[in-house]
Structures are given as structure tokens and as C-alpha cells.
């Protein structure tokens, strides 16, 4: 069984950074993938960047793309997700996932391990 962590949401405003945090426990290894997706309301559950952590392969939206950097601390069994250049549509409930997978899966329903989530507001 995996477990997964979120931390590190809050609200800012536009153009503000956030660094979230996703650890993780159980049977994670290098044969996972860990991405985060997010949920605003009223829509549904969209991909946000992604890391398999055999390669250390990613993968973004192209939404956040340049935005956002994803990354990984072994040691820490963490995953990071670095906001940058925050706009007011990135308001959202964000959640970390893992799956068993060689690559980065950007389907909600694949993955099989959920966080419980950490809300980001980017409002004036």
C-alpha cells in the first residue's frame, strides 16, 4: 500500500510562487509514477505534471508548462511541485498520485493511490 501526503497549498496572489509537497510511504519505488493533478470547482480532475521515478522522466500540462517545475527528493521520498508566475485559473484543490508504471500517465482514473488534497487560491 502507498500513502501520499500533500502539503504546502495556500493562497496567494497573482504572479506569487508556492511550493507544494507530496511525501510518500508504503511500497513506493522505482517502478512508480507520481503526478499531481487539480480540481477547481465545477470541473473536472485535470493532469499537472508528472514524474516516474525510475528515469526521473516528466511530463506537464500545457497549461503550466514553464510554470511549473516537478521534482523529486529520494532521500525524502518527497515530490515537489514549484508554482511559479501563479495565475487566478491555477486556483484549485490539488492532489498527488501514484501508479505502478514505466512512464507518466496523465489519466485520473489509472492511477490508484490518492492524497487527500491541498487547496491553492490565486486571487487579488
Known amino acids: 500500500q502507498v500513502q501520499l501526503v500533500e502539503s504546502g497549498g495556500g493562497s496567494v496572489q497573482p504572479g506569487d510562487s508556492l511550493r507544494l509537497s507530496c511525501a510518500a510511504s508504503?511500497?513506493?519505488?522505482?517502478?512508480?509514477?507520481i503526478s499531481w493533478f487539480r480540481q477547481a470547482p465545477g470541473k473536472e480532475r485535470e493532469f499537472v505534471a508528472g514524474v516516474n521515478l525510475s528515469g526521473y522522466s516528466t511530463n506537464y500540462a500545457v497549461s503550466v508548462k514553464g510554470r511549473f517545475t516537478i521534482s523529486m527528493d529520494n532521500a525524502k521520498n518527497t515530490v515537489y511541485l514549484q508554482m511559479n508566475s501563479l495565475k487566478p485559473e491555477d486556483t484549485a484543490v490539488y492532489y498527488c498520485?501514484?501508479?505502478?508504471?514505466?512512464?507518466?500517465?496523465?489519466?485520473?482514473?489509472?492511477?490508484?493511490?490518492w492524497g487527500q488534497g491541498t487547496q491553492v487560491t490565486v486571487s487579488s
Open positions: 498520485a501514484a501508479v505502478r508504471a514505466l512512464g507518466v500517465i496523465t489519466t485520473s482514473t489509472t492511477y490508484d493511490h
Open positions: 508504503g511500497r513506493t519505488s522505482s517502478t512508480y509514477a
